[in-house]
């Protein structure tokens, strides 16, 4: 179910974090917030660039912007080398 996404940070925010993929002549924006964009190809190579930090693989969370845990209000931390703890309790009990 996990389409190929690649990291790419807004290059006017470089906190934020998005996994895109090409689509035709446009690209697919998924923000972590879940908020899908199609963006043209030309507004794209303007707009973002490519990630290369630590970022989770599943929820896309990076240092800059780690996610927190619900029960204990902490950031997350890095378990694998792109596998943060919040996500990697999900995948532990996924099978
Ligand atoms: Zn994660
Ligand atoms: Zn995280």
Same mark, same amino acid.
């Given at each position: 179910?996990? %389409?190929?996404?690649?990291r @790419? /940070?807004?290059?006017?925010?470089?906190?934020? +974090? +998005?996994? %895109?993929r090409?689509?035709?002549?446009?690209?697919? +924006? %998924?923000?972590r /917030?879940?908020?899908? /964009?199609? !963006?043209?190809?030309?507004e @794209?190579a303007?707009?973002? *660039?490519p @990630?290369?930090? $630590? =970022?989770?693989? !599943? =929820?896309?969370c /990076?240092?800059?912007?780690?996610?927190?845990? $619900?029960i204990?209000?902490? $950031?997350?931390?890095?378990?694998? *080398?792109?596998? =943060?703890?919040?996500?990697?309790?999900? *995948? %532990?009990?996924?099978?």
């Amino acid at each position: 179910m996990n %389409a190929e996404m690649t990291r @790419f /940070t807004e290059k006017s925010n470089p906190s934020v +974090v +998005v996994g %895109a993929r090409r689509l035709g002549e446009s690209w697919l +924006v %998924a923000k972590r /917030t879940a908020v899908v /964009t199609l !963006v043209g190809d030309d507004e @794209f190579a303007e707009k973002y *660039e490519p @990630f290369d930090g $630590p =970022c989770c693989r !599943v =929820c896309g969370c /990076t240092d800059e912007d780690a996610c927190m845990n $619900p029960i204990t209000g902490c $950031p997350c931390f890095w378990v694998e *080398e792109d596998l =943060c703890s919040a996500c990697a309790a999900g *995948e %532990a009990s996924d099978g």
